[in-house]
């Protein structure tokens, strides 16, 4: 049996000796690289805190102990050593999730997933243990220092020096990145400390000197290690970044030396107040293919090959992502007031080609969403038309922002939401089904949702033209679908995509969902019942032709992958009321529930958005029969309902 196999609990670290936790890192490796090859995940980062998690759990007593991991996209180390070795489905349903979840161990607490919340979590937990005679608990927080980027980052810590009478360790995790390199001067300042060779000299040639004494020189080097580091920490001058706000601080650790992490962590246990542990690691670290790679370190991947790194499987059809990335380039190409700004996702949104060619004119302001909002409203007052590109999930952390500073000020802004929708693998957390709901509350408010490459570029460009108010263009994860030419364009801009003779139903789609309107409107066909299908294109404001061809048809059926509570259904729905238009909606969207980790296929039929559920549904109301849910909808039309004019 191997050693990891024997892991089910953090205690059973302790009776490892030095050799044997050397070699069950090397495991770890191994495991994840084996395991996330297989099923796509958070690689780099979790390759880059083995030893880090492993000397947490050997100093500390989880789950008495806290542990609270920033983002948690690494906490895969964590979740072997707490006894979850089934890999198998990661991210899948009924799998492990990628992030902590509390439903599968005592051992994870916080589940949100969005950077540089862990020491508000941490400052709270800490007052409650010392509030209510917990006092001996520790509280661990584990933030990488692309997360003090983050203003909640140092309003936290401006609290945390508030108050020492609590035990709280603050572990920053510094590999110069959060999703690609950190930027600003924080990662100016944490680099000068990362790369002065007189640290990584000083540090390397003691270690080599003492090496030359066999085991009793390693053994005196180990011994006097604390005093080397407390030198180094001098030597750097890195104490002064903290020593404003009071908190206590020890480091720099190098971030793959489990005795050295072990020993500057039991130090700050025994300080028994707030610690501020500044361990430097390597994203990717012992897998060759993750270092080398430039972009991201293997940040998330999709299965690889795990000798290589290389992808296993790529699309046959671009990426939402993609086809953004060229069409913004091509309108700043003949636009030279657009300007880009993003939230530490340069790459992941598509903004990366854009700064390639024009540099100066693309901000990655680091995982600061709110900042990011306002600082466009600034760029808008000047003259210039920014583009704020964001996964859909990290938009409801500037809703004040864009409420109060870009569409109070009239501010021409436009939002760029990828991911949105249901995004799968990644869980509650990462799902981007709010925003249609959040953002349709803004006064001015516009918003697009392509349904495919060609009405996202030509969306986009409609965007960017607006200077007087915000707009927004969303858009799903992974590839395109298939293009469908409308029949006709109304004068407002809605595409009718399928006209039926008989105008029994309209079905109004958001976006992608298009795909399953036609499909709807077929099954219906084979039933008898005539059924329109439009994409409004822009969802909000809801445009004048939709709520004439709503009052042109008995029933409407909207589908969004938002949620339906406030959804564009919602919109719809009083738009007509108060338009004096009295056909029934029925409004299809995803519940008002966090939706755990699954594919996007299986979550839509896991709610009901499939084109059979939704066309027996229809029927059911069409004919005024309830026809029971459980029961499928043939495939023969042998249930047609013969009408000629309902």
Do not use: C
């Amino acid at each position: 049996m191997s050693l990891l196999e024997g892991i089910r609990s953090p205690r059973d670290l302790d009776g490892l000796s030095r050799e044997q936790l050397s070699e069950l890192a090397e495991e770890i490796r191994v495991f994840l690289i084996t395991a996330v090859s297989k099923t796509g995940g958070h690689l780099g980062p979790n390759l880059g805190v083995v030893e880090l998690t492993m000397a947490i759990h050997r100093v500390f007593e989880s789950p008495h102990d806290a542990i609270v991991f920033d983002t948690g996209h690494q906490s895969y180390v964590h979740k072997l050593l707490t006894g979850r070795h089934d890999f198998s489905r990661l991210r899948m349903k009924g799998g492990l999730a990628g992030y902590p979840q509390r439903s599968e161990s005592v051992h994870d607490i916080v589940e949100s997933s969005h950077a540089s919340s862990s020491l508000s979590w941490a400052d709270g937990i800490s007052r409650s243990f010392a509030m209510t005679g917990q006092g001996d608990r520790y509280v661990v927080a584990v933030v990488g220092d692309g997360a003090l980027t983050g203003g909640m980052t140092w309003e936290a810590l401006n609290n945390i020096s508030d108050d020492n009478n609590r035990r709280l360790v603050i572990v920053v995790n510094d590999n110069g990145r959060s999703y690609a390199p950190t930027i600003g001067g924080m990662a100016r300042f944490l680099n000068t400390v990362r790369t002065r060779r007189g640290y990584r000299n000083l540090y390397r040639s003691s270690e080599r000197l003492f090496a030359k004494f066999g085991a009793p020189g390693r053994a005196i080097y180990r011994g006097t290690r604390g005093a080397m580091h407390g030198f180094l920490a001098r030597f750097s001058n890195n104490e002064a970044l903290y020593s404003n706000l009071d908190i206590k601080y020890i480091g720099p650790i190098p971030g793959h030396d489990l005795p050295a992490l072990e020993e500057a962590l039991t130090q700050a246990k025994n300080y028994e107040a707030p610690v501020i542990v500044h361990v430097i690691t390597e994203k990717g670290h012992g897998f060759e293919p993750a270092v080398a790679d430039v972009a991201d370190q293997f940040h998330a991947v999709g299965q690889i090959d795990p000798e290589t790194g290389e992808a296993v499987e790529t699309a046959s059809r671009p990426s939402w992502t993609s086809v953004f990335a060229d069409e913004i380039v091509e309108l700043a190409s003949r636009n030279p007031k657009i300007v880009g700004i993003t939230a530490a996702m340069l790459r992941p949104t598509g903004l990366h080609r854009f700064a390639e060619k024009y540099p100066a004119r693309v901000f990655d302001v680091g995982i600061a969403e709110q900042h990011a909002v306002t600082s466009a409203a600034g760029l808008a007052f000047g003259g210039l038309h920014p583009v704020v590109a964001l996964y859909a999930t990290f938009v409801n952390r500037a809703f004040d922002q864009i409420l109060m500073d870009v569409a109070l000020h009239k501010a021409g802004v436009t939002f760029v939401l990828d991911r949105a929708g249901v995004t799968g693998p990644d869980g509650p957390s990462h799902h981007g089904m709010w925003d249609l709901a959040i953002l349709q509350v803004v006064p001015n408010i516009r918003i697009a949702a392509p349904r495919d490459a060609s009405r996202l570029r030509e969306e986009l460009a409609e965007a960017v033209a607006v200077e007087d108010a915000p707009t927004v263009l969303r858009f799903s994860k992974g590839v395109v679908g298939n293009e469908f030419a409308a029949t006709r364009r109304t004068a407002d801009g809605v595409d009718v995509l399928r006209e039926a003779a008989h105008r029994d139903v309209l079905i109004v789609t958001v976006g992608p969902m298009a795909t399953l309107g036609l499909q709807v409107a077929e099954r219906l066909a084979a039933q008898g019942i005539g059924a329109t299908v439009i994409d409004p294109r822009w969802v909000v404001p809801v445009p004048a032709s939709v709520i004439e061809l709503a009052a042109q048809h008995r029933l409407v059926v909207t589908i969004e992958d938002g949620i339906r509570v406030g959804g564009i259904g919602t919109r719809i729905r009083q738009e007509l009321r108060a338009a004096g238009v009295d056909t029934a909606v029925d409004e299809l969207g995803l519940p008002d529930e966090f939706i755990p980790h699954a594919t996007r296929d299986e979550i839509l039929a896991e709610v009901g958005l499939t084109d059979q559920q939704i066309a027996r549904d229809i029927v059911a109301q069409v004919v005024g029969t309830r026809i029971p849910v459980a029961r499928p909808l043939p495939e023969e039309p042998s249930l047609r309902v013969e009408q000629k004019h309902l």
